[in-house]
C-alpha cells in the first residue's frame, strides 16, 4: 500500500520559514517523482515543486523561485519543501504526491498539472499570517 504522509505545517508570520515534509512507502519502484501542491480555499490545486528521485532533478512554479527549495533523502524516502520568506499568500493547505510517470520525456512539462500524480498524502495547513 502507497502512503504519502506530509508534516511541518503550521502558522507563521510573513518573511518566516517552515519545512514541510514528505515521507513515502510502499511505492512500486524507485523512478518516481514527489512533488508539493498547494489549495487554498476557492482556488484550484497549484503545482508547486517537485523533484525526480532517480535523477534529482527539481521543478518549481514561478511565484515560489528563489524562496522555496525541494530536496530529498532517499535513504529515508522523503522529500523536503523548505519554505522561507513566506507570503500571506502562501497560505494553504499543502499536499505532496507521487508520480510515476518521472521518467518520461514529458514529464517536465506535465509536473505541475494534479492528473499526473496517482497517489496522495492527506495535506497539511500552512497559514502565513501578516
Known amino acids: 500500500e502507497v502512503q504519502l504522509v506530509e508534516s511541518g505545517g503550521g502558522l507563521v508570520q510573513a518573511g518566516g520559514s517552515l519545512r514541510l515534509s514528505c515521507a513515502a512507502s510502499?511505492?512500486?519502484?524507485?523512478?518516481?517523482?514527489i512533488g508539493w501542491f498547494r489549495q487554498a480555499p476557492g482556488k484550484e490545486r497549484e503545482g508547486v515543486s517537485c523533484i525526480s528521485r532517480r535523477t534529482g532533478s527539481t521543478y518549481y512554479v514561478d511565484s515560489v523561485k528563489g524562496r522555496f527549495t525541494i530536496s530529498s533523502d532517499n535513504a529515508k524516502n522523503t522529500v523536503y519543501l523548505q519554505m522561507n520568506s513566506l507570503k500571506p499568500e502562501d497560505t494553504a493547505v499543502y499536499y505532496c504526491a507521487a508520480s510515476t510517470t518521472a521518467g518520461s520525456s514529458v514529464f517536465r512539462r506535465l509536473w505541475a498539472l494534479p492528473t499526473t500524480y496517482g497517489y496522495w498524502g492527506q495535506g497539511t495547513q500552512v497559514t502565513v499570517s501578516s
Open positions: 510502499g511505492l512500486p519502484f524507485d523512478d518516481y517523482a
